[in-house]
């Protein structure tokens, strides 16, 4: 793997669902070797928790899983995140399943038993995806650019100054500018474990809007946010 890719790979969280204990703790060790944090699930359902609550940069998927398996899984985290690169964990036997994940984006495939330099080979186009979405124009409008690697919003080369909380909210509705983003996904991905009030959400569009040069946050009420 190229030196650059290793050096991008030490600041990327992975969370990583294998309901096969064995299996889970030792590609997990030895992904915390190459990856910021590995964040490990024992199904769908915890993955699902994880994901909320860890925001991770790649996921790694089995399919066959108990309670929530991994098509399951992905396809509730594709509901609000298009972007996020996943590779799918199969067996030969798990053909029937693959049908149902073509339309959910995957990055890579992977047939057990699991190969240490496909699986490296698969986190380097990982890389190289995020790397292609770090600079998102705005489907509202073409004026702005977001970069995700730099944290930075413009409007005709001009950097728009954000403070943490409005730029997290900026970037949940720029990972979902075709719908609605409601009020509980706020809560999850902008307040975390803090308590989001409505007169604290309202306050944080207000300003944000100020400082915005053009219009362009829809609110539908009762439901949540989108871009105009």
Request: proline letters at 2%; charged letters at 35%; one cysteine or more.
């Amino acid at each position: 793997m190229r030196k650059d890719v290793l050096e991008k790979l030490q600041n990327l969280t992975l969370l990583y669902a294998e309901d096969e204990i064995g299996i889970r703790e030792n590609i997990a060790d030895s992904l915390r070797y190459y990856v910021k944090e590995v964040y490990e699930a024992n199904d769908g359902e915890e993955g699902y928790k994880l994901y909320l609550e860890k925001n991770p940069d790649i996921i790694l998927s089995d399919i066959r899983m108990p309670n929530v398996n991994g098509i399951e899984f992905i396809k509730k985290v594709r509901q609000t995140d298009k972007n996020i690169p996943v590779v799918m964990i199969t067996a030969h036997t798990d053909k029937e399943y693959l049908l149902d994940a073509v339309e959910l984006h995957m990055e890579k495939y992977i047939v057990k038993p699991l190969d240490l330099d496909e699986l490296f080979e698969s986190l380097n186009n990982c890389v190289n995806m995020l790397d292609s979405n770090k600079k998102v124009i705005l489907k509202v409008d073409k004026d702005y650019v977001y970069d995700y690697d730099l944290k930075e919003l413009k409007y005709k080369d001009e950097s728009i100054i954000l403070n943490k909380k409005e730029m997290t909210f900026l970037e949940v509705l720029i990972s979902n500018q075709s719908r609605v983003v409601n009020y509980e996904e706020f809560q999850d991905k902008v307040w975390g474990d803090d308590v989001m009030t409505d007169s604290a959400l309202r306050s944080l569009v207000r300003n944000l809007r100020k400082k915005l040069p053009t219009d362009m946050i829809f609110n539908l009420s009762g439901v949540g946010y989108r871009f105009v």
